[in-house]
């Protein structure tokens, strides 16, 4: 939490967050996703039902696909 603030936005690769609601670290994870949004560094998070399971990140790769379609310029041909 604490180099985000060494990072230029302009510069900062975009951040995918993610997390499961009953994680432990739940609260930790919110909290530095407000750190980056207040920041100004792009990025985008998913919030996912369950625990630290692998359930819970296979629930993370639907919100990081639409992610990356948004962020990723398509190469043409």
Do not use: C, Y
Request: aromatic content about 8%; glycine content about 4%.
């Amino acid at each position: 939490m604490t180099l985000i603030h060494s990072v230029n936005p302009a510069t900062a690769p975009f951040i995918f967050l993610a997390w499961s609601k009953d994680d432990d670290d739940s609260r930790d994870d919110k909290e530095f996703a407000q750190m980056v949004e207040h920041h100004g560094v792009r990025h985008s998070f998913a919030e996912v039902n369950g625990g630290h399971t692998w359930e819970a990140t296979s629930d993370m790769l639907p919100p990081l696909a639409d992610a990356l379609a948004k962020v990723l310029t398509p190469v043409h041909q």
